[in-house]
Every structure is written in structure tokens, then in C-alpha cells.
């Protein structure tokens, strides 16, 4: 009975989502992603609907193999369906007003040369029975089909008892743990410190493991870098600012007798043409533990396409490491993409992992080749396993700290599951100057290394770091959303020699406060005493009592090349606060809600899944990519799994 429920509502708000498409001159493309020989739904297949080489949606299908699309503007558009390493793309799919065209994609999961995809446009509103011909076309469609190292595939068995590395157990992931940040009283701790941080990898391999069945460690969730795989819509620098400011505070959805504070930083973008000259090293971890699909393979597609879009200027080595370390490709300029190109094409998994020497040499091939006022970046990619040089944490931290003073950055790109080092890779990102994503699918590589290259390779900014000082007389007690591992003491502000985060082109950060204000009675859990003798909200100046201020927020950063940083101050004031969030801002609320539920945070308050889901549909009309209509299948899975 459940079940057709289920069915009943999803079938209503289709009909209304195709009401609303045929008044706005928009259709929708409905997609079922089945096993060429058994006909079964592919669970779980990665399904991305593009444009003019735009991804305009993307998700994962269904538990039936079924993933149906936002009402879309009508047009042509690319259809790519993924299952393991089997990929079917349809070209010149159009899509009309009033209509949806259903898909029904065949991949074989055996040893299949070719595979089809049925077609099945019908009208909506049409009330002629489903298969007559009066109301569905269907035809064949010749598929380009692009194929891994590995030409035997799985099928849905098979992959049920198959590790993530192919070998390895799926228990050999680490993680570092950090204690989640607590209340602390103004009166005692008026100041907040703390690095941006536009890392995403937790978001991803979070991701991944609920697509796959499994709730992801509690260990691995930061809630920041699950708030800050989403774009925002923040107003853009304008002038010569290369940064733009906002903020405000909403009633907390899981606490209403608290507050919520947004502080929201957008960084100016650069197109790709307009970017400085590149000095590119890919280095490339080619040990034993790449040799699957979801790493090497997987890896080698995502460059492939950043290759293609390389210019003249431009130049890329590669260095791989495992048993040997060794330069594949000497530094060659972007308008020789073949060479390029055939160099990745020979890269191949085997031996153990010699990651200590491999970023020496990258390091050395990117000064070799440095442009002064160029992108001098080495690409890392990796599951993280560096079992031979140097190994620890606090030896690789030394190593990149003094490789980084060179002004080469450093991006790490993590790949598979069962062997994940994800303390290892964050490490390196955060201490080489770069950011750590983690590639989870063909359509995330995609979304890193071409839809977002600009952030992902050029900085706006460096060493950005935030200071918050509260007002007493409006705030007792303050708690940061996670940032658990860039906190920063007071002092370390104002000190231009401290290293904190990057902010690249084009990208947004996004910081959560929840607050409890003077005027409320509560006392969090394990808070002290006010003090007897001094610092009493009681005898607080009139400066601040007067003031209708209820914290002021500076930030620092350093543009690239500047050893000195610029302070932007700005204050938040009562006006402020607003009674209803704003969709932009609730839907960030609902992120926050949700990895605290993944993490059974202390203080998750009253949230729920059901509230996470009620808040996140009701804001997802700004869904750039479809990012945010995939975060609600994610929650509806997590609450299957929980």
C-alpha cells in the first residue's frame, strides 16, 4: 500500500511539473537506464543531461533505473547515461514545449559491441492509450560508446560482492577526527577566528556512499564542505574588488529559539580564455591500488577533456609514481594535444606507491617551467595511499609547507573507495596552497576540471581568513557550523606570515553561525558562571548597549604575488534579521541540517530528514547543474538507510 502511494504522488506532481512546463514553453526529459540482456533497472547509473557542453542536470537513477529531468527550455540537448565503466551518450536530443520525451537507455553489462536507446516521445495531456502509434515515435539510435582499460563489465550481482578497489577490503579508509566546535559565551570569547575552506571531498565521498547503499562515517562528514559544494546566489564584485560580502540572520530552523547567522563571500570570475598562462604538472599516483575503473581510468577521461581545452600558451608535464617515479611528458604546449594526449593513453596501475619522491620531482618540473605571472599549479591525483617515502601526516605537511614558499599551488584530486586516505589528501591541499575534491563520477570530473577549471586553477585570493567579534549586550552565546580543523587563534589574524585558505575564481564560501541571543534564558549544556567580577553583560560599555550592532565581521586576504593583506570590515546589525529565510538561504540551512543528521551532531537540535527534505525542495528553483535536486534524492536515501 505504501508502495502505491508512493507511485500516486510522484505521478501527480509529474502531471503538475508538466502543467507548469508547457506554460513556460518548456518540456522535460525522462530517462530509464535498463541491462541490455536482462532488462533490469540499473540502479544507480549515472545519468547527466548537457548543452552547448553545459551539464544542466545530473543525478544518479532510482532504485527503478528512473531519473526524470526539471522542466527544461525547449531545445537540443546531450543525454549521457553511466553504469561501472560503460558509457551511452545520445546526441541531439530535442526537447519541445508541452512535451516530455522518455528515454529508455539499454547498457549491456556484458561483452555487448553495441548498444541502443529507445526513444519514446509522446504529448503530454494526451489521452490516447500508452504505445499506439498516434502518440509515441519510437525509433533507434547508432550510440558513440566509449570504453575503460577493463572491456569486462559487471552486472548488478557481481556487483554487490565487488570492493570499491577491486581488491582491497572496504575497511581501509581513514579519516581524521576533529571534536565538533562548541557554544561559547560572548562575554568570555567575544572574538571567532577561523581559514575558509572551499574543499568539497567530503560532500562527494558522502555522496557516493549513500548512493551505494551505506550511510556514510561519521568521521569523514565536514559540514562546511558539504555547504560549500553548492553556489549561492551572493551579489558580484563589482569595480576592482575581486571579493563581495553579504550576510544575514534567520530564526534556526532545528532551534527557533535561536538564531542562524549566513556569511557568504563571493569571489570575482575568470573565464578560462581569460585566465593567465598555465604551467600545468599532472602528477599521477599509478600504483596497484589505481588499476579500477572509478581511479586511473576515470582519471585519465577527466584530463583528456582538460587537454582539449588547453591553448598555446599553456604548457603540461606529467609525472606518475608507484615502485619508480618518472616524467611521462616533459613540459609540451597546450596546441600539441596529441602528444599530450598519447601520454596519458599509456599510463597504466602497477607496483606500490613512491608519493614522497613523486611530488619532489613534480615540484621541480613545475620550477623548471615557471611563469612568473602565470598558473604555476601541480595536479595531484590520487586514492591517497603514499606507503613508501615519506608517510606521515606531519613529514608530508613539512615537505609541502617548504615546497609551497616556490609559489607553485597544489590540487589534490581523490579517487575510489576501500583504500581512501582522506586525512593524507587534505593534508597536502590545505598546507600546498590548493583545494581537495574528491571524484566520485565521470560527471563530477567533468564539473572539476572543465565547468569549474577557473576556481579550480586560479586564485582570486590567498590566505583568507575571518574574524568575527560579537556584541554582547545582542549575543550570549555563539556556535561556528563546522570549520572544525581551520579554526585559528585570535592572533593569528593580524599575522600576514600565517597561512590560511585559498579562494579560486568564480568560487562562493559559506559560514554558518547558530547564536543565542542576551535576551534568551537558555544556557547550553556545559556553559559556566557568568563571571562574579568582571565582564558581566551587566556592566558592559554604552558603545555597546547603544549599539543596534550585533557583531561585526572582518576578513583578510592577500591577492596573488602580495605578501601583505587587505582588511574588509562589515558590520551586522539588527536589520539584518529577517523573520523568513530567503530560498538561498534556507536551502544552505537545510545542507548544514543534513551533515549534522549524517554526523548525529550533539547539536542537530530538532532537525529531521523530513524537515531537511521540506526546507531543501522549497528552495531548489536556482539549481545551477542540478546539484540541489540531487541533494533531495540523497536525503530521501539516507532516510531509506537510517
Known amino acids: 500500500m505504501k508502495n502505491r502511494m508512493y507511485w500516486i504522488v510522484t505521478l501527480i506532481a509529474l502531471y503538475a511539473q508538466m502543467l507548469i512546463a508547457q506554460s513556460l514553453n518548456e518540456g522535460i526529459i525522462a530517462v530509464e537506464v535498463i541491462d541490455k540482456e536482462t532488462k533490469e533497472a ?21 532504485f527503478d533505473g528512473k531519473f526524470s529531468s526539471r522542466p527544461l527550455p525547449s531545445g537540443i540537448y546531450k543525454v549521457r547515461a553511466r553504469y561501472v565503466a560503460e558509457i551511452v551518450e545520445l546526441n541531439n536530443v530535442r526537447v519541445d514545449s508541452g512535451k516530455t520525451c522518455n528515454l529508455i537507455i539499454e547498457i549491456s553489462t556484458l561483452y555487448q559491441l553495441n548498444s541502443t536507446a529507445v526513444i519514446a516521445c509522446e504529448f503530454l495531456f494526451n489521452e490516447k492509450s500508452r504505445g499506439t502509434s498516434s502518440d509515441i ?8 560508446r566509449r570504453r575503460g582499460t577493463n572491456n569486462k563489465l559487471m552486472n548488478q550481482s557481481q556487483l554487490k560482492s565487488f570492493s570499491s578497489d577491486g581488491n582491497q577490503p572496504n575497511n581501509q579508509n581513514s579519516y581524521a577526527y576533529w571534536q565538533e566546535q562548541e557554544f561559547q559565551r560572548v562575554t568570555d570569547y567575544p572574538l571567532s577566528t577561523f581559514s575558509i575552506d572551499v574543499d568539497n571531498a567530503s560532500y562527494t565521498q558522502s555522496r557516493r556512499n549513500l548512493q551505494e547503499g551505506s550511510l556514510p562515517p561519521k568521521e569523514s562528514i565536514r559540514i562546511e564542505e558539504f555547504i560549500n559544494f553548492f553556489s549561492y546566489q551572493y551579489p558580484k564584485p563589482t569595480n576592482e574588488n575581486p571579493l563581495s560580502f553579504t550576510s544575514d540572520l534567520a530564526p534556526c530552523p532545528w532551534n527557533p ?17 581569460e585566465l593567465p598562462p598555465m604551467n600545468l604538472v599532472f602528477l599521477i599516483d599509478v600504483s596497484g591500488s589505481m588499476q579500477p575503473e572509478d581511479r586511473l581510468p576515470l582519471l585519465v577521461k577527466g584530463l583528456n577533456e582538460l587537454t582539449k581545452r588547453l591553448r598555446p600558451q599553456d604548457q603540461v608535464s606529467i609525472v606518475k609514481y608507484a615502485g619508480s617515479v618518472g616524467l611521462a611528458l616533459s613540459s609540451t604546449p597546450g596546441n600539441e594535444k596529441v602528444k599530450i594526449l598519447n601520454a596519458l593513453d599509456q599510463l597504466h596501475a602497477e607496483g606500490y606507491t613512491d608519493g614522497g619522491e613523486g611530488l619532489k620531482l613534480a615540484y621541480s618540473t613545475a620550477l623548471n617551467n615557471f611563469k612568473k605571472y602565470g598558473i604555476n599549479r601541480i595536479i595531484l591525483a590520487t586514492d591517497g595511499d603514499f606507503n613508501v617515502g615519506p608517510s606521515s601526516d606531519s613529514e608530508m605537511k613539512k615537505l609541502i609547507e617548504e615546497m609551497r614558499k616556490s609559489e607553485v599551488t597544489l590540487t589534490v584530486l581523490g579517487f575510489g573507495m576501500g583504500n581512501l586516505k582522506d586525512s593524507k589528501m587534505e593534508t597536502i591541499a590545505d598546507n600546498g596552497n590548493g583545494n581537495y575534491f574528491y571524484i566520485d563520477s565521470y560527471e563530477e570530473a567533468m ?23 560579537f556584541n554582547p549586550a545582542k549575543v550570549k552565546h555563539y556556535r561556528l557550523i563546522g570549520y572544525d580543523n581551520r579554526r585559528l587563534n585570535k592572533e593569528d589574524f593580524n599575522n600576514d ?4 585558505g585559498e579562494l579560486g575564481s568564480g568560487h562562493t564560501v559559506t559560514a554558518l553561525y547558530e547564536i543565542i541571543p542576551a535576551t534568551s534564558k537558555e544556557e547550553p549544556e556545559g556553559s559556566v558562571d557568568s563571571l562574579k567580577y568582571g565582564n558581566n553583560a551587566e556592566s558592559l560599555p554604552d558603545a555597546a548597549t547603544n549599539s543596534q550592532e550585533w557583531l561585526t565581521v572582518k576578513f583578510r586576504y592577500k ?22 529565510m530567503s530560498e538561498d538561504f534556507k536551502f544552505c540551512a537545510s545542507v548544514a541540517a543534513f551533515g549534522m543528521l549524517l554526523k548525529d551532531s550533539e547539536y542537530k537540535g530538532n532537525a529531521t530528514f523530513s524537515m531537511v527534505e521540506k526546507m531543501a525542495s522549497e528552495s531548489i528553483a536556482y539549481d545551477p547543474g542540478g546539484y540541489r535536486a ?13
Do not use: M, W
Not at 137 to 144: D, K, Q
Not at 451 to 469: C, F, H, M, S, W
Not at 562 to 568: A, M, N, P, Y
Open 42 to 62: 540499473l540502479i544507480d547509473a549515472i545519468i547527466s543531461i548537457e548543452q552547448n557542453g553545459v551539464i544542466k542536470e545530473g543525478a544518479r537513477a532510482d
Open 137 to 144: 515515435t519510437e525509433y533507434f539510435v547508432n550510440e558513440r
Open 497 to 500: 606570515k600565517k597561512d590560511a
Open 559 to 580: 591577492t596573488p604575488g602580495q605578501k601583505d593583506s587587505k582588511l574588509i570590515t562589515h558590520a551586522v546589525s539588527a536589520s539584518s534579521i529577517s523573520d523568513i
Open 257 to 273: 529559539n535561536r538564531l542562524l547567522l549566513r556569511i557568504g563571500i563571493q569571489a570575482k570570475e575568470i573565464v578560462l580564455e
Open 630 to 642: 540531487e541533494f533531495l534524492k540523497l536525503v530521501d536515501r539516507a532516510a531509506f538507510i537510517k
Open 447 to 469: 564539473r572539476v576540471l572543465i565547468d569549474r577549471i577557473d576556481g579550480t586553477l586560479y586564485n582570486i585570493a590567498k590566505d583568507v581568513k575571518l574574524q568575527l567579534e
